[in-house]
């Protein structure tokens, strides 16, 4: 990686610090980050995450799709908030305010989108990748939390990407 200047260094400091709030042991965390790349975090007190395969983004979508055209993909769909892949599955997580799982549509739209948070008993832990992870292999950023002025994607908004919500025109699913 490139030597950060020192407001990326901060910017940097301060994801990571707020992504380690949301580990049962940041300690701990830290470690699965140097060590493995990844590390298991509890959604729900800082973030929750959507959960999205892919071929909902566009249906030529698969195990063989690029950072860059799943980069390019979300720009077309104006999505935005943090955003990280797991390649192997495929699946794209957004990380989106704590609690919209209590409000996210179950059972509707696309097959296997999905809003993971901390709505008890139901806390769900998600595998994170470290902030340095930028491509593939496993799992890897599409949108850095320390990319943007704010890392959480509004919800509504999602809602209607992904054809979960009312759509404008007709005020209805």
Request: hydrophobic share 40%; proline share 13%.
């Amino acid at each position: 990686m490139h030597a950060l200047q020192e407001t990326d260094r901060a910017r940097w400091a301060d994801a990571e610090a707020w992504l380690l709030r949301a580990a049962p042991s940041p300690q701990t965390a830290a470690m699965e980050w140097a060590r493995h790349c990844v590390a298991v975090l509890a959604a729900g007190q800082k973030w929750d995450v959507v959960r999205v395969p892919y071929a909902v983004l566009h249906p030529d979508f698969g195990l063989d799709t690029t950072p860059d055209k799943l980069r390019h993909q979300v720009g077309e769909l104006k999505m935005s908030g943090s955003m990280f892949c797991d390649p192997y599955r495929p699946y794209l997580y957004v990380m989106v305010p704590p609690g919209t799982d209590k409000t996210w549509p179950h059972d509707s739209g696309p097959a296997g989108v999905e809003c993971l948070g901390g709505t008890r008993p139901f806390i769900h832990h998600v595998g994170v990748p470290s902030l340095d992870r930028l491509a593939p292999p496993g799992l890897f950023w599409l949108i850095p939390p320390y990319s943007l002025d704010s890392p959480l994607a509004d919800p509504e908004h999602l809602k209607q990407v992904l054809r979960l919500g009312p759509r404008p025109d007709t005020g209805t699913p």
